[in-house]
Structures are given as C-alpha cells and as structure tokens.
C-alpha cells in the first residue's frame, strides 16, 4: 500500500515552540506515545518552529496532548492545533503537502542512522561553533548540521553513541556558556526512523547513487599481415643454391673436420654365401624310372 493512502480520512496535529531542540523532543514524545507520522517542521521566524503530524484523530489527540506536558517540563509556550480531516485545499496552499510527499518518497543513504542524537542551541552563532567545536574534540561524535530558526537561536546537531553525545553535549554546554548565551539542549537516545528523515543533514553526508558502470566489449578488428623487407632477405639467404648450403662465417666448418671428411671410408669385405647351382649337360638323357 502507498504511503500517502495511510493519509486518507485522517487529521492534522500542529504544535508550536521557541526551541528547535524542544520541538524535536516533542516531537519524538507525540511518535512514541501514539501511531502518528511526523510528516515535517514549519520554521516561521522569531524562534518558533512548529511540528506536523498525521494520523487517526484519536492518535493525534493523544500525541498532541503529549507534547503539551513535555514542553510544560521544558518550559516553553506552546501553541497547538488538532484538525480533523483537512481538505485537499488546505494541503495545496500550505507547505505540509509537498512535505509529506518527500516523506513519502523517503530519503536513503543516511550514515548515522540507529544513532544517538545531540541538539544543542545557542543564541549567537560564534556560541554555537565554539560549543560544536568542544564536542567534536571531547567524544567520539559527528557534526551532522547545524540549523538556524532566526532570534539569533543556532542549533547543532551531532550523532553517535549514547554515552558520547551525552558527554559531548555537557562539554558543549559549558563552551556555549563561556562564549555566549546557551538556550536549551536535547538528547534523543533512540531516533525512530520518522525522525530521522526529518532531522537536517547535511549536503556533505548525503550519499548519492551512482550510475552503475557496465564493462564494454571492444570488437577489435583483425590486422592485415605485412611482409617485411627484412625478413624476405633472410629467407633468401638461407635458401639452397646450386653449390650446396650457405653457411654463416660462424658455422663453416674447420680444416680438421675437412680432413676428417676426406679420408677414405674402409669397406667390409662381402661374401657371397649363395649356393652353387649345378649345371647340368645339354647332351646328358634324362634318368630313366625304375
């Protein structure tokens, strides 16, 4: 089944905040306590970003009012909306449905997936370069993005095991305190894979698909025979004349072997070992019977 018909006949959950990390965290609450779908972030200006989520009424009843308790523990304001059933209208004019259909779509090639997530916010930009600079050089973690949501307010976000985010962020937060103003932090030990999808990555990171690479065959043609000059006169050099074999200088044959060759051979004497055959007279009259 398509991914966009599980939207069909369902309702639309908003929920508001000052915090990009904050956000997140609601966000992960609302995925967690109820079958809803993230389907994206709305960033207006000011600091305030608002988290989109579909699902069943009921479900984003239940995830909406769970966000509103997790930003109470955070202290934020929040502002929030439940619309059951939207129109198609609603959807072409505001952003949330071209987000949800990239969300539809996927996006493949994330490295750090099943990864612990950091978030950690400054207000001032130098704030949150130095802190992001502290926790790359303290655990074993990855700047993955950084994201901006105006007021001044920068979030970097890192990846990687539990225990080394959670020890980059405190280190991070001490750095953004010596430099500048910290604002709110967040630590998501186990991102579902909705969260995931929404989260910035950078461009750097993406892994984008290659073109497969097929060998191909070379018909390679057939080269004509050349006869050369050289080797015709070699031939001919070798080849039998009238007074025998032409030998090279380094193969004449020496003055022994000469005389060698021109001594007599001495022959065996034969003998004849055919028996004598009788002759018998012309005049002699045959035997007579007895």
Known sequence: ?????????????????ESFPAIVGIADMMLKSSDVTLVGYEKTGGGFCTAVVRGGISDVRLAVQEGIDLAAQFGQKVSTLVVPRPLANLEAVLPIGTKLAELAKGRHGNPFRNQAVGLLETRGFPAMVGAADAMLKSADVTLTAYETIGSGLCTAIIRGTIANVAMAIDVGMQE???????????????????????????????????????????????????????????????????????????????????????????????????????????NQPPEEAV
């Open 1 to 17: 089944m398509n991914r966009l018909d599980r939207f069909t006949d369902t309702a639309l959950g908003l929920v508001s905040t």
């Open 176 to 282: 953004a305190e010596r430099i500048g103003e910290l604002h709110s932090v967040m630590v998501i030990p186990r991102a579902l894979e909705d969260l995931d999808q929404t989260l910035p990555l950078a461009s750097c990171w993406i892994e984008e698909l290659q073109p497969l690479r097929l060998p191909i065959e070379l018909k390679e043609t057939e080269k004509e025979l050349v006869a050369l000059p050289e080797l015709q006169q070699e031939l001919q050099s070798l080849a039998p004349t009238q007074t025998g074999l032409q030998l090279p200088e380094s193969r004449q044959p020496k003055a022994e072997d000469l005389r060698e060759l021109a001594m007599p051979i001495p022959q065996e004497e034969t003998i004849d070992v055919t028996p004598p055959i009788e002759l018998k007279k012309l």
